[in-house]
């Protein structure tokens, strides 16, 4: 079982922004910018492409929907998405709220917010969804 699969079934505690029957939304820990929220399915798969087509479709559709509240909530002039997928073996989207392409280089250093900074910035997405 993965770390995500452990956060979506509530052993792990997270940051969590929507949900729905097939898909979850949480903030990263490591965040590059404030706001960063991962999208993962509920279904325990590793890599994304192994979706079925209507799966990647609805999963799109689903971090469509965050990604709007995130731009209501943070303000941004994009949402960044990224498919990356080697650190966890778990798919799932990197939704990063930018100013400038340099936002969405994970590269960069991450982000340090404290958890209270972090309930606000899930509750404002949330409520925003």
């Known amino acids: 079982m993965t770390i995500f699969s452990k956060i979506i079934r509530g052993d792990i505690p997270c940051y969590?922004?929507?949900?729905?029957?097939?898909?979850?939304?949480?903030?990263?820990?490591?965040?590059?910018?404030?706001g960063h929220t991962l999208v993962v399915p509920k279904r325990e798969v590793d890599y994304i492409f192994d979706l079925s087509?209507?799966?990647?479709?609805r999963m799109q559709v689903f971090a469509?929907?965050?990604?709007?509240?995130?731009k209501k909530a943070i303000p941004c002039v994009k949402?960044?998405?990224?498919?990356?997928?080697?650190?966890?073996?778990?798919a799932h989207i990197h939704l990063v709220p930018?100013?400038?392409?340099?936002?969405?280089?994970?590269?960069?250093?991450?982000?340090?917010?404290?958890p209270e900074?972090?309930?606000?910035?899930?509750?404002?997405?949330?409520?925003?969804?």
Do not use: C, R, T, Y
């Open 16 to 34: 969590k922004v929507a949900e729905n029957d097939e898909f979850f939304a949480f903030l990263d820990i490591a965040p590059l910018q404030k």
């Open 53 to 57: 087509d209507e799966e990647i479709g």
């Open 64 to 70: 469509k929907h965050v990604a709007v509240a995130m």
């Open 79 to 90: 949402v960044g998405q990224a498919v990356l997928g080697l650190e966890v073996p778990h």
């Open 98 to 114: 930018m100013q400038s392409e340099k936002d969405l280089n994970f590269a960069n250093k991450k982000q340090e917010f404290s």
């Open 117 to 129: 900074e972090m309930a606000a910035i899930a509750n404002a997405i949330a409520q925003q969804f």
